[in-house]
């Protein structure tokens, strides 16, 4: 079992920075080996994917955050980050995140087992 714990998000004018950040609660052994990702959600709009990173770190994003986020994970904290620069009023939105045991993942909640309870990014203009 996994339990995934945001930090807080935070509001901020367009052009900004925000740094979110992910813990989980599970050994490290079995952190590790986990993919991971960072979904968002805003009112009256289905989940959508934002960042993933697989076991072996590797990366994908969604188009509209290329360029701007960046997703990254370190093992020993057991800590997953998104740092999101240039930020929009467009990423408003509700952001989780996302973890899986499974070597390969992709941006759809299917992908993933394991979720937290979402933490509030707001982007005024």
């Known amino acids: 079992q996994v339990q995934l714990v945001e930090s807080a998000g935070g509001s901020v004018q367009a052009g900004g920075s925000l740094r979110l950040s992910c813990e989980a609660s599970?050994?490290?052994?079995?952190?590790?080996?986990?993919?991971m990702g960072w979904f968002r959600q805003a009112p009256g709009m289905e989940r959508e994917g934002v960042a993933t990173i697989a076991r072996d770190g590797s990366t994908s994003y969604a188009d509209s955050v290329k360029g701007r986020f960046t997703i990254s994970k370190d093992n020993v904290k057991r800590t997953l980050y998104l740092q999101m620069n240039s930020l929009k009023p467009e990423d408003t939105a509700m952001y989780y995140c996302?973890?899986?045991?499974?070597?390969?993942?992709?941006?759809?909640?299917?992908?993933?087992?394991?979720w937290g309870q979402g933490t509030q990014v707001t982007v005024s203009s």
């Open positions: 996302a973890a899986d045991p499974k070597s390969e993942v992709g941006l759809k909640k299917s992908f993933f087992a394991y």
């Open positions: 599970i050994a490290y052994a079995h952190y590790s080996i986990l993919s």
